[in-house]
């Protein structure tokens, strides 16, 4: 793939991580980045979940996936010949398979076991690609591979279902995030937390918004995503929701959410 002749610009670096499964983090990277990428800017998904589901549901299919971000951290292959563009126009992805399933073993014995990924994201060829922002699609844990999204990243977005006990579950993620700051990456910052499959006619999904802005305040994006169907079907076709059904729900939901994220973006 060739560079393209630009200035390098400094991207901004969301990690989007809970350690819990099934709260919609593979859902809103996918078509957060879309609908970041339909508002001009350039974006870098990159797939650290072995499962590989956001690659899946870019297009990306497994039998292509010979290099992954597997080798973007643990290898010296060039960036360029890992991250691919997608269907989507100004949205790249550097994909995944089960190869990072292993890749905790691998790092574990490397001095720089939690930078590897802060310095690939670092490497000149990925400056010369002059992306604007770079998501990062966790694993379901917290794990290495989660800690050195956390150390590459500038700000930490984190998916909370609308149901009970979430709040609970979102306290040994907080908690790593400090102890990277202590440690690693004192800038990290909590982009905001996001409630997800929210049903407005579900009184506990209700509660559970009152208890979250009433506990963590402006930390909680105004936007909340629902639960649609669109946004359920969208990955089977290999598409985000903002291409699969543009006026659907979903599709508006994470538009507001590329807004609140640029206008932090422009403040700063």
Known sequence: MP??????????????????????KTTTAINLAAALAERNLRVLLVDLDPQGNASTGLG?????????????ILSETHPETIIRKTSVPNLWISPANSDLASADIDLVSNEKRSFLLHDALRHPEIDAMA???????????????????LVAAHAVLVPLQAEFFALEGLSQLLLTVRDVRRSANPNLRIEGVLLTMYDGRNNLAQQVETDARENLGDMVFRTII?????????????????EYDSTSRGAEAYRALAEEI???????
């Open 262 to 268: 640029a206008a932090k973006l422009r403040r700063s």
């Open 3 to 24: 560079l393209p002749d630009v200035p390098p610009l400094p991207a901004h670096v969301i990690a989007i991580a809970n350690q819990k499964g099934g709260v919609g």
């Open 226 to 242: 629902p639960r649609n169907v669109r946004l359920s079907e969208a990955p089977s076709h290999a598409m985000p929701v903002t």
């Open 60 to 72: 990306v299919a497994t039998g292509d996936r010979k290099l992954t971000t597997y080798d973007l």
């Open 131 to 149: 992306f604007d922002v770079v998501l990062i699609d966790c694993p379901p844990s917290l794990s290495l591979l989660t800690v050195n999204a």
